[in-house]
């Protein structure tokens, strides 16, 4: 099991289906923590570029979903934070579009 992991394999382990995904005013990081212990996959918060956005990973999230993939219901949790998915290496981020931070300093 040597290298990165392959956007191949983040689609693989985030095609986990669930009957219900239900969260209510939960906070990203703990919304975050359920997506990766379903699908095996390593994903963090990227605190330092939602910081520099204003934004927390406490933030509350509301999503509900039913017959539902672990990658529908991540997307559909995050979008409305104006987050994304990064791959890096063998762990999956939750951050902010590369556009957001300012990129050109």
Known sequence: DSGAMT???VDSALAVRFG?????AAPLAQFVEFI?????????VDDAAL???????????????S????REALEAAIAPLGLVC???GNRLFVTVPADATGAAK
């Open 67 to 70: 017959d539902t993939t672990a």
């Open 86 to 88: 990064e791959l890096r």
């Open 36 to 44: 990766a212990d379903t699908s095996a996959l390593a994903i963090s």
């Open 51 to 65: 910081a520099k956005v204003g934004k927390k990973r406490t933030m509350p999230l509301s999503v509900h979903l």
């Open 7 to 9: 956007q191949e394999d």
């Open 20 to 24: 219900e995904v239900k969260f209510v």
